[in-house]
């Protein structure tokens, strides 16, 4: 199939996002520094995938929001252990978390998106 027949799949995408997590937290450095954040991104990291599984299968369009937002506040403390990884210097060069960032950020857009228009039609019935 084509790049532009692709269907958008965004649980593959957390999936994948979920993989290069755990592959970056596994190449840190095996210190107490890098052993404390490695921990914490595997735990935010990972958890968006199942959160998006859960919402997918949600009883109110409420409980979606809910699952929703829980994947989101995840994609974003991911970010902020990335971000740390990339000013403690954690990971030569640095440049190597680019398109990871690129993709959490991409992924938080949508998350932001997708529980903005879930809450518009929710106000709507």
Do not use: C
Request: charged fraction near 25%; charge should be positive.
């Amino acid at each position: 199939m084509s790049k532009s027949h692709e269907v958008f799949d965004l649980e593959d995408r957390l999936v994948d996002f979920a993989v290069r997590v755990i592959r970056t937290a596994e190449s840190l450095p095996k210190t107490i520094t890098g052993n404390h954040i490695s921990k914490q991104l595997i735990r935010s990291g990972t958890s968006p995938a199942p959160n998006y599984g859960e919402a997918q299968s949600a009883e109110s369009r409420a409980d979606f929001i809910h699952k929703m937002r829980l994947a989101l506040k995840e994609l974003r403390e991911t970010r902020i252990w990335l971000l740390i990884i990339v000013k403690a210097n954690l990971i030569k060069p640095a440049s190597k978390l680019d398109a990871l960032l690129d993709e959490n950020n991409q992924l938080i857009s949508i998350f932001v998106t997708s529980v903005g228009t879930a809450k518009q039609n929710k106000n709507k019935t």
